[in-house]
């Protein structure tokens, strides 16, 4: 979903419709909805999961920041919100664990060449078990 929302040459396309006609939304106002709805959910609570959908978009962002298909105006103003976002992640949260997760986090987008490196691994998707699903036996899953 990220890829594909994130694709430079969507961004570039969006920007450009925007700049033509200001009713259109534009890249900027699409990253930023992104990031307000993965760093500030309904509840206020980012728990295991929600972190982990935070640090799979901050990624996502980041790795389009640096992707030369993107405008290099996008990139800069890409930029420009990554580092904000790092420094409203460094100040403290409510429980030690989202603290850590967020600082930590924080110090990651501050840190170039950790960034890089970590950008530059292929990513860790999890794998599908082998085998049927658990009570897949010889009943169909959906009772049909």
Same mark, same amino acid.
């Given at each position: 979903?990220?890829?594909?929302?994130?694709?430079?040459?969507?961004?570039?396309?969006?920007?450009?419709?925007?700049?033509?006609?200001?009713? +259109?939304?534009?890249? @900027?106002? #699409?990253?930023?909805?992104?990031? &307000?709805? =993965?760093? *500030?959910?309904?509840?206020? $609570?980012?728990?295991?999961? +929600?972190?982990?959908? @935070?640090? #799979?978009?901050?990624?996502?962002? &980041?790795? =389009?920041? *640096?992707?030369?298909?993107? $405008?290099?105006?996008?990139?800069?103003?890409?930029?420009?919100?990554?580092?904000?976002?790092?420094?409203?992640?460094?100040?403290?949260?409510?429980?030690?664990?989202?603290?850590?997760?967020?600082?930590?986090?924080?110090?990651?987008?501050?840190?170039?060449?950790?960034?890089?490196?970590?950008?530059?691994?292929?990513?860790?998707?999890?794998?599908?078990?082998?085998?049927?699903?658990?009570?897949?036996?010889?009943?169909?899953?959906?009772?049909?």
């Amino acid at each position: 979903t990220l890829n594909a929302l994130l694709a430079p040459d969507r961004l570039n396309r969006l920007a450009e419709q925007n700049r033509i006609d200001e009713a +259109q939304p534009g890249a @900027a106002e #699409t990253i930023d909805r992104l990031i &307000a709805t =993965v760093f *500030r959910p309904a509840d206020g $609570s980012l728990g295991p999961v +929600q972190r982990r959908i @935070a640090t #799979t978009t901050t990624l996502a962002l &980041a790795r =389009v920041q *640096r992707d030369p298909a993107l $405008s290099p105006n996008l990139a800069v103003a890409l930029d420009e919100r990554m580092r904000r976002l790092a420094a409203e992640l460094s100040k403290a949260s409510r429980d030690e664990a989202e603290r850590d997760w967020s600082r930590g986090l924080a110090r990651l987008l501050g840190d170039r060449e950790a960034l890089d490196k970590l950008l530059s691994e292929p990513r860790r998707m999890p794998q599908v078990p082998p085998g049927m699903p658990i009570g897949g036996g010889e009943e169909p899953w959906f009772g049909g």
